[in-house]
C-alpha cells in the first residue's frame, strides 16, 4: 500500500490510499477519487495507477497548473518512496509501506 499524506499547507489535512491494482484521479472535482478541493487545482487534476508490482505511476491529465514531484513539472513518471507531489499548492509526501515478506 501507498499513502499520500498532505505536508502543506499545514491545514490541509488530507491522507490517500492506493492498494496495488488500483486507478485513482486526483482533483477538485467531486467525481475525482481524491478530492483536493484546494486554489490551483483542476477539477481532475492527476492519475495514478498502482500496478501489482507495487510500482506507482502518476500522469497529469493535462491540467491547468501542472504536477510536480520534487519540484519539476511532469507529464508521467514512476513515483519513489519520498518523493514529494505538489498539485496546486498542496504538497504531498508520497510513501510506500513494506510489504510483508512472511
Known sequence: MWTLQSVGPADAGLTFR???GTLKT???????DFVVDA?????????FVLDERNQLQLEDLGSTNGTFVNGKKIAKVTLSSGDTLTIGRVQFMVNAEATSTS
Do not use: N
Open 18 to 20: 492506493l492498494l496495488p
Open 26 to 32: 486526483m482533483g477538485r472535482a467531486p467525481r475525482a
Open 39 to 47: 486554489a490551483l487545482v483542476s477539477r481532475v487534476h492527476c492519475r
